[in-house]
T-cell receptor, first 115, second 116 residues
């Protein structure tokens, strides 16, 4: 079991470009969560998806950010027209069910740097 | 909304000693889970220990144990016989058990340094 796979591990984008972050959940997990960690801060919830559905996007910025989890393939977090303030580590986590009592399994994150 | 507070930004402990990390939370929920996660320099988030709010018995995992005080909304982590590999950021987190929401709410973390 390969765990939660995130790629790329590091991503550098110029201001105004698009960033696409990928997350492949653990085998058998149909629930995916995205979190953002700003430097020296804790993780902040962004969005919760179940296959083909967005369940909770209350933590997503209203503009430029979107997420999907298609029937086939990885979950994608997309940031359009990136700005310096988007620089952060983005973590994906997965679970086999909602309210998983053993917590989620996290990936190693993608560190986005906007220059 | 839930909030999680970790009031110790940094702590240091000598190898083989015991250290306690503090965490308090605020919620109106009665049914929830609490977690401690470790984040070493590799950035990987690793689950250390979990507690179900309806259980009075404090959780224990090898050298890690918690002191869960539900009335006080306190959830501290005790690390016994500290090892150099315990050096990491430690995050306390809350998850409610009701409704469809399944998100974790994290504290701001405590950076633990284990020294020789």
């Amino acid at each position: 079991n390969a765990g939660v796979m995130q790629n790329p591990r590091h991503l550098v984008r110029r201001r105004g470009q698009e960033a696409r972050l990928r997350c492949s959940p653990m085998k058998g997990h149909s629930h995916v969560y995205w979190y953002r960690q700003l430097p020296e801060e804790g993780l902040k919830f962004m969005v919760y998806l179940q296959k083909e559905n967005i369940i909770d996007e209350s933590g997503m910025p209203k503009e430029r950010f979107s997420a999907e989890f298609p029937k086939e393939g990885p979950s994608i977090l997309r940031i359009q027209q990136v700005v310096r303030g988007d620089s952060a580590a983005y973590f994906c986590a997965s679970s086999p069910q909602a309210m998983e009592p053993y917590g989620y399994t996290f990936g190693s994150g993608t560190r986005l740097t906007v220059v | 909304a839930q909030t999680v507070t970790q009031s110790q930004p940094e702590m240091s402990v000598q190898e083989a000693e015991t250290v306690t990390l503090s965490c308090t939370y605020d919620t109106s929920e009665s049914n929830y889970y609490l977690f401690w996660y470790k984040q070493p320099p590799s950035r990987q988030m690793i689950l250390v220990i979990r507690q179900e709010a309806y259980k009075q018995q404090n959780a224990t995992e090898n050298r890690f144990s918690v002191n869960f005080q539900k009335a006080a909304k306190s959830f501290s982590l005790k690390i016994s016989d500290s090892q150099l590999g315990d050096t990491a950021m430690y995050f306390c987190a809350f998850m409610k058990r009701t409704g469809t929401a399944s998100k974790l709410t994290f504290g701001t973390g405590t950076r633990l340094q284990v020294t020789l």
